[in-house]
């Protein structure tokens, strides 16, 4: 599924791109690993990576934030801190990068060193969510991303969802949208990311299935 240690999740607000940076960050400690998840969010105030330093700390997690994250500021000072986790050979990095160009521009200075070391970067897409419920809307998003981000994407993940009123028909409804995605971008599809609860009654024609756990929930949500 994923090639390299340092892994880039973007996608556009509400396709639930922390959730899952969260959800591969619990899975590779899980697997050994030593993993430091970035917070590159500079533009959005909800939803951050940087919101979970107590719940990252507790699963043996490092979380760095940069200098103006989450600070509305156009360009954010470089870290040496995630410089010098890039370049380490025994760190998996997972870097959640703002969803649209400005929040990209982040990820924009680091993009040489990346690009050294090597790289998956995934765009997550929720069909069901504002600005991303056409394949063309969602590929026009991309390309502002990758332009900020000066990174080539590698891989496009499946994240559609109705938050807890999600069902396998909602998923099923949304693959034709899918597979024009991927022949608009040219770009394989990684994974279909499912709410655990329902990924042990995967439908006949659904492949590349990962379970994740909600762990960013709306306030309204929250219990």
């Given at each position: ?45 909800y939803f951050r990576s940087a919101d979970f330093r107590d719940f990252c ?26 410089i010098g986790k890039l370049r380490s050979e025994n760190t998996t990095v ?96 990684a994974f279909t990311a499912v709410k655990r609860d329902l990924a042990g ?23």
């Amino acid at each position: 599924m994923l090639q390299n240690r340092i892994i880039v999740i973007t996608g556009h607000y509400g396709s639930g791109k922390t959730n899952l940076s969260v959800n591969l960050a619990v899975d590779l400690k899980k697997q050994g690993k030593e993993v430091t998840l970035v917070d590159l969010d500079i533009v959005n105030p909800y939803f951050r990576s940087a919101d979970f330093r107590d719940f990252c700390q507790e699963q043996g997690i490092e979380l760095l934030a940069p200098m103006f994250a989450n600070s509305n500021l156009d360009i954010p000072a470089l870290s040496t801190p995630v410089i010098g986790k890039l370049r380490s050979e025994n760190t998996t990095v997972i870097l959640d990068v703002g969803g649209d160009s400005a929040g990209a521009a982040a990820l924009g200075q680091y993009a040489q060193v990346i690009k050294d070391q090597g790289y998956d970067l995934l765009y997550v897409v929720n069909f069901y969510r504002y600005l991303t419920r056409s394949p063309k809307e969602a590929a026009e998003i991309l390309g502002e991303i990758q332009g900020a981000g000066r990174l080539a994407p590698t891989g496009l993940v499946n994240n559609s969802n109705l938050s807890t009123e999600t069902t396998w028909k909602h998923l099923e409804d949304i693959q034709p949208q899918m597979e024009e995605l991927r022949s608009l971008t040219g770009l394989p599809i990684a994974f279909t990311a499912v709410k655990r609860d329902l990924a042990g009654k995967v439908p006949e024609g659904l492949e590349k299935i990962y379970p994740i756990d909600v762990y960013v929930k709306a306030p309204w949500n929250e219990e």
